[in-house]
T-cell receptor
């Protein structure tokens, strides 16, 4: 299995809702990532999990809360979002920078989030 | 802070023509990746470049890396409509951290 899956594909939520995005990979990768991408812009790194521990948090507002229950799963919990948080949220995984000669990231299909 | 710049940002080219996209980065790295993104879709890995002078080719696309010049190129040969997409380079700085370029939106016109 060489893919990263994400659910849901689309999500519409109000500013008072709580929702979660899910990501799964079965490639044995030990690093997993959340990115936010606005239209016509490059992906912006939000969080990195390395061996199930949060290793990078790019000063993301607390209304985004990541969770890594195990080495195959990555969640992003959303609460009290703002309309400007509407974007494509991408999950990625890689072997790990310390465990391979290179660290190619494989991306999931993304969740298109709209905050009303 | 590492900066990764691509040019051009927008490229409109006729089918059958050749063109090159440039990716410049501001600090030392010998690992660089190219990705393709179709509208509303995710990123698809195209090339992994791991050393100075690395050259990879797949179909009408060829990528190269010059680590001394901090420059990577993506050359398109005899463009076809199917190549229309946004292309991103990404510099690997280690520590599980990528820095993406600004992106080049390519449109191939019949």
């Amino acid at each position: 299995d060489t893919e990263v899956t994400q659910t849901p594909k689309h999500l519409v939520m109000g500013m008072t809702n709580k929702k979660s995005l899910k990501c799964e990979q079965h490639m044995g990768h030990r690093a997993m990532y959340w990115y936010k991408q606005k239209a016509k812009k490059p992906p912006e790194l939000m969080f990195v999990y390395s061996y199930e521990k949060l290793s990078i948090n790019e000063s993301v507002p607390s209304r985004f809360s990541p969770e890594c229950p195990n080495s195959s799963l990555l969640n992003l919990h959303l609460h009290a979002l703002q309309p400007e948080d509407s974007a494509l949220y991408l999950c990625a995984s890689s072997q790990h920078s310390g465990g391979a000669p290179y660290n190619e990231q494989f991306f999931g299909p993304g969740t298109r989030l709209t905050v009303l | 802070e590492l900066k990764v710049e691509q040019n051009p940002l927008f490229l409109s080219m006729q089918e059958g023509k050749n063109y090159t996209i440039y990716c410049n980065y501001s600090t030392t790295s010998d690992r660089l990746y190219w990705y393709r993104q179709d509208p509303g879709k995710s990123l698809e890995s195209l090339f992994v470049l791991l050393s100075n002078g690395a050259v990879k080719q797949e179909g009408r696309l060829m990528a190269s890396l010059d680590t001394k010049a901090r420059l990577s190129t993506l050359h398109i040969t005899a463009a076809v409509h199917d190549l229309s997409a946004t292309y991103f380079c990404a510099v690997d700085m280690g520590g599980n951290q990528f820095y993406f370029g600004t992106g080049t939106s390519l449109t191939v016109i019949p």
